[in-house]
């Protein structure tokens, strides 16, 4: 029978909700080698959520505004607790999909250097139908990252192994890219090369979201991705340091015009205190109290935003 693997148990599709396509509810960036990240320096830098009690105070108010879930993107190494995950959907109401993969390769766990491609992808399979560490949590999605301009090296490796798990799970495998690599990209977007290399190892493209395709877009490039079957993902809203989002919006309402409104999902990529309510920051909160109107506004219907939010997100995380 077709299912949702959630951290508190598994559910029918149809029973899925509003839903955020790529969030973090914990996260620790400091757990990381300090080579290659992005923004080293202090805490108000790095990618730091580690407030239980918060998290919990801001999902249970995203609930109270009609979400339903969120797929929590936290990896292995940087501070995934999908124990702690099941406390916040259990205090909460939200339903949490957790992750199983890789992230960049400086947040790599030790044992990637380690283990063969069979290796790496028997684990993943492992999380997906047994569950993490012995907890009997399982994860119901998988993820690929890349952190520079090409697929290679050991983000190379872990890319071969998540195509592997795919092909054994049937999960759906999220990707990350740094952004500011993009720039130095053709098309504005590695996802393009790193389906390639997932599509070449057997993964299937409709299972796929080419993950912040928001933060430096080509409409042309996004409409190929969407008519080889992936889903795209417009995963920082809120985030005007990559686009504003009246730009994201008007390439929404471009891509509804194009057809392709049965292949975006929409987050916020929430991963820096600085961005939550509770510091100062617009919180998860804003993709529905201000992206949604703004989508109203360029005369999409409401059934089209709820494919966006529910339907689409639906058959992403559906497995059989």
């Known amino acids: 029978m077709p299912y ?27 757990r990381c080698r300090k080579e290659g990240m ?8 790095l990618m730091v959520l580690d407030d239980e009690a918060i998290a919990i105070r801001e999902l249970g108010e ?38 199983a993969g890789f992230y960049i390769e400086s947040c790599h766990p030790a044992f990637v250097a380690e283990q063969s491609i069979e290796q790496l992808a028997e ?27 090409v697929v290679e090296g050991p983000e ?45 190892e057997g993964a299937d493209p409709g299972r796929v979201i080419i993950g912040h395709t928001d933060e ?3 409409i042309r490039n996004l409409t190929t991705q969407c008519k080889r079957g992936a889903f795209i993902q417009f995963d920082v809203i ?25 292949h975006l999902l929409l987050g916020t990529d929430r991963n820096r205190k600085f ?13 529905l109290t201000a992206f949604v109107p703004m989508l109203r506004e360029r005369g999409i219907p409401q059934a089209t935003i709820d494919k966006f939010l529910i339907h689409n997100p639906r058959r992403a995380l559906t497995m059989n």
């Open 4 to 30: 949702i693997e959630t951290v508190t148990g598994r559910i029918t599709p149809e029973t899925l909700g509003v839903t955020y396509a790529h969030e973090h509810i914990l996260c620790d960036q400091r």
């Open 38 to 45: 992005l923004q080293p320096g202090t805490d108000g830098g």
């Open 62 to 99: 995203l609930v109270s505004l009609g979400a339903d879930a969120m797929c929590e993107m936290t990896m292995q190494a940087w501070g995934r607790d999908v124990v702690a995950f099941k406390r916040i959907s259990e205090a909460t109401g939200l339903k949490i999909i957790a992750t």
């Open 123 to 149: 684990g993943l399979i492992r999380e997906v139908k047994e569950g993490v560490d012995g907890t009997g949590i399982r994860c119901g999605l998988l993820k690929s990252a890349v952190g520079r301009q």
């Open 156 to 200: 190379l490796k872990c890319a071969k192994a998540v195509a592997r798990a795919q092909r054994a799970t049937g999960a759906t495998i999220t990707t990350h890219t740094s952004g500011s690599m993009r720039f130095e990209i053709l098309g504005g977007n590695i996802g393009t090369l790193l389906l390639d290399v997932l599509a070449e």
């Open 216 to 218: 430096n877009a080509d």
């Open 238 to 262: 809120g985030k005007k340091h990559w686009m504003l989002d009246e730009t994201r919006a008007d390439l929404v309402r471009e891509l509804v015009d194009r057809g392709q409104e049965d």
């Open 275 to 287: 961005e939550l309510k509770s510091y100062g920051g617009i919180g998860y909160a804003h993709l």
